[in-house]
């Protein structure tokens, strides 16, 4: 069995003093609105950030963000720039892309077919996708994949990254609606679906339907790896600030509807506890 799946991963940390800061701060902020100046107006990337709250570009700015980004930027827009992508959800956030990741690593490992192929539903920029498929092609596995999203924007800019990381001929991107491509697609073709993130914006009765028919559409043995926003202290923030309206979701909320299907599954947080994540797997004999 391939184990690169199995390398050391560094996660992002939260300080119980950042916890205690926040949990006062926060409030405060939101209830004077000064966060909404300093954090949309004086942050340039938190203007971008609260513009397209939701999109790859919000999710790229937080996942890509070094210090040296803001270079040229005045000593304020820094500096809180720099607060707001330290924050809980912004380093969750990360961590949830790195789990991701390595579940991701881990299924593919675990499958002996040489060729797998991989649906990414509501892919943004497909990302995690991209580098499990980088990591593993030339190496004893064929990885394809195929990315759905509604934003031809979003599909763009996975092109350059999967061109950046030599995977473009291996990769197909889709322009429309999953719910489509899952009921019209090849249905029994993909070992593996991925849908991380996309729902944090369904609503229980949508999500438990999308989630029953990506059970019908893999074959038996299947896997799919998905994730959802927890309940946490800058959910207020994030709605108020941001304008990230997102459904947020317990594990025991998650397990009822992942429940609803006849997956095998686990539900379990990234190391900071802001995103559960779903790792399930349709069986042999269903």
């Not at 999967?162 to 473009?168: G, I, L, R, S, T």
Request: hydrophobic share 40%; proline share 3%; charged share 25%.
């Amino acid at each position: 069995m391939n184990n690169m799946g199995e390398k050391k991963i560094l996660y992002e940390n939260v300080s119980m003093l950042q916890k205690v800061i926040e949990k006062i701060i926060i409030p405060l902020i939101i209830k004077t609105k000064i966060g909404l100046w300093l954090f949309t107006k004086i942050s340039h990337h938190g203007a971008l950030i609260k513009e397209n709250a939701g999109s790859y570009k919000s999710l790229d700015i937080i996942y890509s963000y070094k210090r040296q980004d803001t270079k040229g930027e005045n000593f304020w827009s820094r500096f809180y720039t720099h607060l707001l992508l330290n924050f809980i959800n912004a380093k969750a956030v990360r961590n949830r892309k790195l789990v991701i990741e390595k579940e991701l690593k881990k299924i593919i490992s675990s499958i002996e077919k040489k060729e797998i192929n991989i649906a990414s539903l509501g892919a943004g920029s497909g990302e995690a996708i991209i580098q499990a498929m980088q990591e593993f092609n030339g190496n004893g596995k064929i990885i394809k994949s195929v990315l759905v999203d509604l934003s031809e924007d979003a599909l763009d800019y996975s092109r350059k990254l999967a061109f950046n990381a030599d995977v473009v001929n291996s990769m197909e991107w889709i322009c429309g609606d999953l719910r489509t491509f899952i009921k019209n697609g090849r249905k029994g073709n993909f070992q593996i679906v991925e849908m991380a993130g996309i729902g944090d914006y369904f609503e229980d009765k949508t999500l438990q339907k999308l989630i029953l028919s990506i059970y019908k559409f893999l074959p038996p043995g299947g896997s799919f790896i998905s994730c959802n926003v927890a309940p946490n202290i800058e959910k207020t923030f994030l709605d108020k600030i941001l304008n990230w309206k997102m459904v947020y979701r317990s594990k025991k909320e998650l397990e009822e509807i992942m429940e609803q299907t006849e997956f095998d599954f686990k539900v379990f947080p990234e190391p900071l506890g802001v995103h559960y994540i779903i790792v399930a797997q349709k069986p042999n004999n269903p």
